[in-house]
């Protein structure tokens, strides 16, 4: 595979990847009394949405993009499908997923298909910065959460264009470097700062208008709390992360509240 991000894909997928994840998360729905056979997105959501926010901030993007029907979607860094399956049952979108790491590409088409939502949703194994896809095929690129560990943002953001149809929508839900640096560590997706690459939200609107789109929506919802998330055991942040979900949601409390990290979700306009 070329080295398109500084040589780290195999890095970064050793961080995510984990073993069993399909069959644990059936294990605690089960555990939690869902039926298998009638499985529902909201049955789903604490353990497919692996995002700030989960399923609430996915329909929330959903609906500052204004997603109709039909509209054909492409998910960059789709993880466990937990949006795309949301955006094709609550939106009516055909979506299609890739993400760098195998074993939640697998649970996501497992999750599809017990939802019987094969023609409408259909994920891939790739890289972000390789889009195997026509020019012009979507007309909305999505991206939840995933843009963190590539530091060819330059890149990503070309491979974007290229994709979208003309007018189509770039809509996003990205972790961005607040006015203190450096952040605290260990993050969600990073241990240390060697897999983190974060830029602040002013030189993520220039990069992203410097490639071709024009901004329609920004929203800063960086939650600042007085503790720290306690552990929810039946989420997927705690089936990935185990017992270091704890040191992460102390970091996340302070790299909130010291302004170190913030969240946003924004809409572009291809142009
Ligand atoms: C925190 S998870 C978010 C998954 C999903 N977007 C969601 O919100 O549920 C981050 C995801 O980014 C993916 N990812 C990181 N770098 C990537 C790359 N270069 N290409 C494709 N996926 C990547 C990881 O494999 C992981 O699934």
Known sequence: MPMSNNGKEQEIKNYWERNNIGQSILGLLVAEGKDLDKLTVEDLAQMDHFHTGGKVATVTLAKLANLERGMRVLDVGGGLGGAARTLAIEFGCYVTTIDLTKSYVDTAEM?????????????????????????????????????????????????????????????????????????????????????????????????????????????????????????????????????QLKLILESNHRNSNEDRVVMVQAVFQRI
Not at 146 to 156: F, P, T, V, W, Y
Not at 183 to 204: G, Q
Not at 224 to 238: D, G, L
């Open 111 to 243: 999750l599809t298909t017990m939802l019987r939502l094969n023609d409408q949703v259909k994920h891939y194994v790739g890289n972000a910065l390789e889009l195997p896809f026509d020019k012009s095929s979507f007309d909305v690129v999505w991206t939840q959460n995933s843009g963190m560990n590539i530091s060819n943002k330059e890149q990503l953001y070309a491979g974007f264009h290229q994709v979208l149809r003309e007018k189509g929508l770039l809509v996003f839900q990205e972790p961005m470097a607040g006015i203190i640096h450096p952040p605290i560590f260990p993050l969600m997706w990073a241990s240390d700062e060697s897999n983190s690459f974060l830029l602040t939200s002013t030189e993520m609107c220039k990069l992203i208008e410097k490639s071709g789109f024009h901004m329609q929506c920004w929203n800063d919802f960086t939650e600042k709390t007085s503790k720290p998330n306690p552990i929810n055991k039946n989420t997927i942040q705690y089936l990935i992360m185990g017992e």
